[in-house]
T-cell receptor
Framework: KAGVTQTPRYLIKTRGQQVTLSCSPI?????VSWYQQTPGQGLQFLFE???????NKGNFPGRFSGRQFSNSRSEMNVSTLELGDSALYLC?????????????FGAGTRLSVL | AQKITQTQPGMFVQEKEAVTLDCTYD???????LFWYKQPSSGEMIFLIY??????QNATEGRYSLNFQKARKSANLVISASQLGDSAMYFC???????????FGGGTRLMVKP
C-alpha cells in the first residue's frame, strides 16, 4: 500500500505570494490533517478534513485554508505569505478519528519564504 | 487543553544499549491516546507505538515499548538494543479519543554512538 504523498517536497516563495500544497492520503483513509513544524513553535495542528468537511481547526490566521476532494486528497493554501510561514508542512492521514486511530505522515513540504 | 512535556532535548546512547525517552502529559479528557513518532533528518514522521488510556498492559512493538504510568501521567518510550539508525528526533504526542488533533511535545534528539 502506498503511503502518504506530499507534493512538492520543496518550495521557495517570496513574501506576499500565495502557495498551495498537496497531500494524497493512504488509500481508504478519509481523514487528512495538516501540521506546521518550525524550530521556534514546534509541531502545531493546522486543520483536519474528513469526507470533504473541515472537522477541526487549530489556532492559525485565516490566511491558512484547506480543502478536501471526493477522493480524499487534500490541499492546503497559504495566502499573502510572511517570513514566519517558512516551515515544514506535514500531512497525516487516518481511517477515521476515534480511539486508537493512527495518523500516518507524509515526508512533508519544506516551504521557504524569502 | 492538552500538554506534552519532553524534558530531554538531547541524549546519547551507546549502540546495543537500551535507552528511555521521557514524556509527561496533562489532559482533562477522560479517554485519550498516547503516541510516539520518530523523525529522521529527512523530515518524515514515522509512527512507532500507541498506548490507549484504558489499556491495562504497556504497549510493545518490536524493540519499542511504552512505559505507561497513568497516575503519574507519564508515557516513556524504551528502545532496546539501540542501533545507529535510531539516531533521530523522537516526539511524544497525544490526542483525545473523540477527535483527531495531535498535540506534540518538543521532542528529544537521540544520538547513537558506535
Amino acid at each position: 500500500k502506498a503511503g502518504v504523498t506530499q507534493t512538492p517536497r520543496y518550495l521557495i516563495k517570496t513574501r506576499g505570494q500565495q502557495v498551495t500544497l498537496s497531500c494524497s492520503p493512504i488509500s481508504g483513509h478519509r481523514s487528512v490533517s495538516w501540521y506546521q513544524q518550525t524550530p521556534g513553535q514546534g509541531l502545531q495542528f493546522l486543520f483536519e478534513y474528513f469526507s470533504e468537511t473541515q472537522r477541526n481547526k487549530g489556532n492559525f490566521p485565516g490566511r491558512f485554508s484547506g480543502r478536501q476532494f471526493s477522493n480524499s486528497r487534500s490541499e492546503m493554501n497559504v495566502s499573502t505569505l510572511e517570513l514566519g510561514d517558512s516551515a515544514l508542512y506535514l500531512c497525516a492521514s487516518s481511517s477515521s478519528g476515534g480511539g486508537g486511530n493512527i495518523q500516518y505522515f507524509g515526508a512533508g513540504t519544506r516551504l521557504s519564504v524569502l | 487543553a492538552q500538554k506534552i512535556t519532553q524534558t530531554q532535548p538531547g541524549m546519547f546512547v551507546q549502540e546495543k544499549e537500551a535507552v528511555t525517552l521521557d514524556c509527561t502529559y496533562d489532559t482533562s479528557d477522560p479517554s485519550y491516546g498516547l503516541f510516539w513518532y520518530k523523525q529522521p533528518s529527512s523530515g518524515e514522521m514515522i509512527f512507532l507505538i500507541y498506548q490507549g488510556s484504558y489499556d491495562q498492559q504497556n504497549a510493545t512493538e518490536g524493540r519499542y515499548s511504552l512505559n505507561f504510568q497513568k497516575a503519574r501521567k507519564s508515557a516513556n518510550l524504551v528502545i532496546s538494543a539501540s542501533q545507529l539508525g535510531d539516531s533521530a528526533m523522537y516526539f511524544c504526542a497525544m490526542k483525545p479519543n473523540a477527535g483527531n488533533m495531535l498535540t506534540f511535545g518538543g521532542g528529544t534528539r537521540l544520538m547513537v554512538k558506535p
